[in-house]
């Protein structure tokens, strides 16, 4: 259990660095959202209906981002080959460093939703609707993305390849955040059925991810 | 005392200890005499009270623009005349300049609800300050991106002026921007002419953040060449041999 | 001094001013603070300046 703390905290130290990239996530799901309304129109009512699926499109861009660091950075340096060699089963290795990077990247665009929810002329409510939803949301997009990255590891320049790969597979995700944001809105009691619907596929993205992810690791880099 | 003076980190250094105490009296004291007017300041006839958000709003909005100013100069220093110590205050004034602009753009939001109803409106001065905060953030992250300070100095001294030459033109198409599409209700400032007896606390806290400005950048500046040092000599006892 | 009806946002402004400027000035002294005990500790282990001045010295 050792290794995996160590692990764990090892990415997210190095995650917090220098180059680490830890906080640009956050910074260009900022800039996505101001984009809209230039694309848009600055009306605010538009801007209010929009609010959820803006704030969701932003997040989930965002955090496609910030994936190919997931491997790409121990590849370069030869410690995911160490990894997957190493006595604790690759796909507990996987599940750790996907747990750090939602941790690094996944959790400040939650915690940045209020203010940009400010900016689209969201309420209170909708505001946390979509930062609940987030919540459920994200792990599921890391654990799919963890997928695609590790698929796009051996790759040079593999960053779009993996947008491509990763995308289709992150659009229910997307479907059901929206559409429980929404309905915190418009008809709170429709929220519960969505939302468990999200929370259910990051459950099962916290299985399928990690398996899928150490088998593409281990046929990519023979 | 030259600017060639100054090129001397270490000369640098014992003159910056010398007046700091005095630059932070300065803005101590011309802080607490500008909130003090600021605070006798009378009731603006349309807005009450809530114009004494003005007197810390305006200064802020004012240095956010000035220390991208300085950060251009800073730049210029580094790309054509080779300053040794520019990058270090364009290094050092970037955060300061990040956080001027977020208090400008966060006491606007808390002034613009009593004024029109709304914490935030995509006109054009409000959207042209969050640009330039996210132009603000962009570069701290550059400069964070490359480890080697003086690497990442050429390449943040571009952005800046790169920066420096788009803001006019953000203001421009912003502002055109929201001429087409005009929102449905568009309330204007209060006139330029102000009463003396709100101009003359602007004035003073403006100086008093000029000075805050001042103050922080040199303090900013100091720890951005001891850092320096330190990785310096960091390096060279990762070089030496160990017994 | 009567701040009238929106007393809050007001007040709010002046103390998110304060508390920011306040976490700059912190944060700067914080790291003066931090790079001189750093370059304490390297001249106790006996690196060396190529001027040969001190490594703490500030002049």
């Known amino acids: 259990m050792s290794a995996l703390t160590a692990l764990l905290r090892r990415d997210i130290q190095v995650a917090l660095r220098i180059g680490g990239g830890a906080l640009i996530g956050v910074l260009f799901f900022l800039i996505v959202v101001v984009l809209m309304p230039f694309a848009v ?27 190919d660091r997931l491997f790409a950075a121990d590849h370069d340096d030869g410690s995911l080959d160490l990894l997957t060699m190493s006595r604790t089963p690759l796909e507990l290795v996987c599940l750790t460093k996907a747990v750090a990077h939602w941790l690094v990247a996944g959790l400040p665009l939650i915690v940045a939703t209020p203010i940009l929810g400010l900016l689209l002329n969201l309420d209170g409510n909708a505001t946390l609707a979509v930062a609940l939803t987030l919540l459920a949301g994200t792990p599921a997009l890391t654990f799919t993305g963890m997928i695609g990255a590790a698929l796009a590891v051996a790759l040079r320049r593999g960053g779009l390849l993996l947008a491509v790969l990763v995308l289709p597979l992150s659009i229910p995700v997307l479907i059901f955040g929206v559409a429980a944001s929404n309905a915190a809105v418009l008809e709170p009691a429709g929220f519960g059925a969505p939302l468990s619907i999200l929370c259910a596929l990051s459950l099962a993205g916290l299985v399928i991810g990690p398996l899928a992810a150490a088998a593409s690791l281990r046929h990519g880099l023979d | 005392m030259t600017l060639i003076d100054l090129a001397n980190p270490t000369r640098f250094l014992s003159l910056t200890a010398k007046i700091l105490p005095w630059l ?18 009378p009731d603006d006839y349309q807005q009450g009270a809530t114009v004494k958000i003005m007197f810390i709003h305006v200064p802020n909005a004012w240095l956010s623009m000035f220390v991208w100013g300085v950060m251009s100069l800073s730049a210029l220093g580094t790309l054509v005349w080779r300053h040794p110590l520019a990058d270090v205050s364009a290094k050092a004034a ?25 914490y935030w409106e995509w006109d054009a001065r409000l959207t042209s300050v969050l640009i330039l905060f996210l132009m603000y953030l962009g570069l701290i992250a550059l400069w964070r991106a490359v480890e080697d ?10 952005l800046t002026l790169v920066g420096a030459i788009n803001i006019p033109i953000i203001k421009f198409s912003v502002d055109w921007w929201n001429t087409l599409h005009q929102p449905a209700s568009v309330l204007r400032m209060g006139g330029s002419t102000l009463d003396k007896a709100f101009l003359i ?12 400005f001042i103050t922080l950048h040199l303090a900013a500046m100091r720890n951005e060449i001891l850092r320096r040092r330190v990785r310096a000599l960091q390096m060279q006892q990762a070089s030496q041999p160990r017994a | 001094m009567s701040l009238g009806p929106y007393a809050s946002f007001i007040v709010s402004s002046y103390l998110l001013v304060a508390l920011v400027v306040l976490i700059l000035i912190g944060w700067i002294a914080l790291d003066y603070r931090q790079q001189r005990a750093r370059l ?9 300046r190529r001027s040969g001045r001190g490594a703490a010295d500030l002049s």
């Open chain 1, 41 to 67: 129109g600055p009306d605010l009512a538009l801007l209010k209906k929009l609010g959820p699926a803006i704030l969701w499109l932003g997040a989930l861009l965002a955090s496609l981002l910030t994936l």
């Open chain 2, 24 to 41: 932070a009296a300065a803005t101590a004291l011309l802080l607490a005499i500008g909130l003090y007017q600021s605070a006798m300041a």
């Open chain 2, 94 to 118: 970037a955060p300061i300049g990040a956080a001027f602009t977020f208090l400008a753009l966060v006491t606007g939001s808390l002034w613009g609800r009593p004024m029109w109803g709304t």
């Open chain 2, 149 to 158: 300070p003086s690497r990442a100095a050429r390449a943040a001294a571009v």
């Open chain 2, 201 to 212: 606390p602007l004035l003073v806290m403006a100086v008093a953040f000029s000075l805050l």
């Open chain 3, 40 to 48: 304490r500790e390297l001249e106790a282990s006996g690196v060396t």
